[in-house]
């Protein structure tokens, strides 16, 4: 520890760095992320969103994401615990550069709240 | 009348098998179970053998590049917080549970208590704070501290089982396991738990082992059939190993009372510091003397009573010798003379997980009615004189048998195990 400097940058993952962290998930999802990064193009990521759902889920689910209403509970139906939603979030951050608050994961309840959440911070609406 | 912890159930993951068929086969034919080995893929290490853990692989710290064998399931709920000796254990206890026929669901009304003993996992420690340095704070696993700090065992087993008795985990470097197999004898005695799950376990990686490297304790000996050989004049270091093993005691009454096969009672135990040193064990093997004088006098039994002795012995040629001297007090002194043989010739040092490993051992020479030989001993130091170490294994079944563990800053502990009446 020693006194605060304003001027540290912040961190963010690398290229490889990202490319290690998504080697896990599906290749549809990899495809998607890989034409979100040359796109910008938030309508692109849903495979990826559910694809990260997917591999940090503690149970199985009975079906897959892209079947379940936009209102299904990540905590209350499908079983996400606050260790998983951590995880989520973590991973979620360094693969997109950005930074969630603790008061930001509060509010997401649903699977819509996740992806207009995700969809927002990746790509904010322009100025007005 | 105090209740008797019996032992119901064991479980096994270690260098000389995965189940209780397999262990038994290479203790009763003294086959080893080590393999030439490349730590941090450096060949220039002097190290070359370690007790592997067959059929297990951790390619990495993400749990999802690990594989283990197909008899074995591990929850996605459950590996997200496992370090991999969490999973060696979850493996062991799946065989315990079966073998003394219980369920999960049996172990959640606040009877059953688990103590646990790892060091905790220099693998995964390491990774995380990789991850913080590099990243100055920024980034970290948030499961890096549950699956990494000694306690790991505990925190995860408790969860999975629900566990609602007594919880802790134990941290005596070599000695841990038998400090939890010892402490959790006590909590039945005293009647404040019906049932114990007692877990020893340990990773093998190059991290967990290539650091005993640092202290000159690793053998140099390249042939995996001679490099462990406890009480040998050419004894030069021991071999790491890992894995986990757990048993399951439960009190004599209960257990008769729902069936279930009683392997050996726990009879009695002990323990001793040695006061000397945090690293070497005690010159004259002081500690360890009292530790097996205590032992014996809390089970009631007398030096010559004894049939069996699985030792602590190492390999090392410091620590052995320490036992020597401290059995030859208690036993050749006393006119008494038990085999002796130290299972760690076949499977490797395991570490925390050696107590309760060892335990569990005694348990099958028990319940088995054999004696293991003292594998690989060709030329015993002349400082065992007096001392019976047979070469092979006995047809001899032992009706009283002690065990005994020593660990970092001279901590001894024994324990008794009887055969049932």
């Keep these: ?128 | 009348m105090p209740s008797l912890p019996v032992i119901t159930g064991l479980g096994f993951v270690t260098s000389i098998g995965h189940d209780r068929t397999t262990v038994l086969r290479h203790l009763r034919e003294l086959r080893h179970g080590f393999e030439s080995v490349e730590f941090f893929g450096n060949p220039n290490l002097a190290v070359k053998i370690a007790g592997t853990v067959k059929g297990f692989f951790f390619p990495t710290t993400n749990w999802r590049d690990w594989r283990w064998p197909e008899q074995f399931s591990v929850d996605r709920e459950l590996i997200r917080g496992l370090a991999p000796h969490g999973v060696y254990a979850i493996c062991a206890m799946q065989q315990a549970l079966a073998e003394a026929g219980l369920d999960r669901n049996q172990l959640r009304d606040g009877s059953t208590g688990l103590f646990c003993a790892s060091a905790g996992s220099p693998f995964m420690l390491g990774s995380f704070l990789d991850q913080m340095n590099q990243t100055r704070g920024e980034r970290g696993n948030p499961m890096g501290i549950v699956t990494s700090i000694a306690g790991t065992l505990n925190f995860n087993l408790a969860a999975h089982y629900g566990i609602t008795g007594a919880v802790c985990g134990f941290v005596s470097a070599c000695s841990s396991s038998s400090h939890a197999l010892g402490y959790a004898m006590d909590e039945i005695r005293l009647g404040r738990q019906q049932r114990m799950l007692v877990v020893g376990a340990e990773d093998i990686t190059d991290v967990s082992v290539l650091s005993f490297s640092s202290l000159r304790a690793l053998s140099n000996n390249p042939d995996p059939a001679t490099a462990s050989r406890p009480f040998d004049r050419r004894r030069d270091g021991f071999v790491g190993t890992g894995g986990a093993v757990a048993l399951i005691l439960e009190d004599a009454a209960l257990a008769r009372s729902r069936g279930a096969r009683i392997q050996a009672e726990l009879i009695g135990w002990g323990q001793a510091g040695d006061g000397h040193s945090v690293a070497a064990s005690h010159p004259q093997g002081a500690g360890l003397r009292e530790a097996m004088r205590r032992t014996l006098a809390d089970a009631r039994v007398s030096a010559g009573d004894i049939a069996y002795v699985n030792a602590h012995a190492t390999s090392t040629p410091a620590g052995d010798r320490s036992e020597a001297l401290a059995l030859k007090a208690i036993f050749t002194d006393q006119g008494a003379h038990p085999r002796i043989s130290s299972t760690k010739a076949l499977t490797g040092h395991g570490l925390s997980l050696a107590g309760a490993m060892e335990a569990a051992f005694c348990t099958l020479a028990i319940s088995e009615g054999f004696i293991p030989g003292a594998a690989h001993l060709e030329e015993p130091d002349p400082i065992c004189a007096g001392l019976d170490l047979p070469r092979t294994s006995l047809d001899e079944a032992p009706r009283l048998v002690l065990n005994n563990s020593s660990g970092f800053g001279g901590s001894n502990v024994c324990h008794v195990l009887r055969r049932p009446t």
Excluded: C, W, Y
Excluded at chain 1, 7 to 20: D, G, L, N, R
Excluded at chain 1, 58 to 71: K, V
Excluded at chain 1, 101 to 111: A, G, S
């Design chain 1, 1 to 128: 520890m020693k006194p605060i400097d304003a001027s540290a940058p912040s961190h963010s993952a690398t290229t490889t760095e990202k490319e290690e962290r998504i080697k896990h998930l599906p290749a549809d999802a990899r495809a998607a992320f890989h034409r979100f990064q040359h796109d910008r193009n938030p309508a692109t990521l849903d495979p990826v969103i559910f694809a990260i759902l997917q591999d940090f889920i503690p149970h199985e689910p009975a079906r897959p994401f892209t079947e379940m209403p936009g209102t299904t509970q990540l905590i209350e139906e499908l079983g996400f615990d606050s260790l998983a939603i951590t995880e989520v979030v973590f991973f979620t951050e360094d693969l997109f550069g950005i930074n969630i608050t603790n008061d930001e994961i509060m509010q997401v309840r649903t699977l819509d709240d996740l992806r207009n959440f995700i969809h927002r911070k990746v790509a904010p609406p322009p100025p007005r």
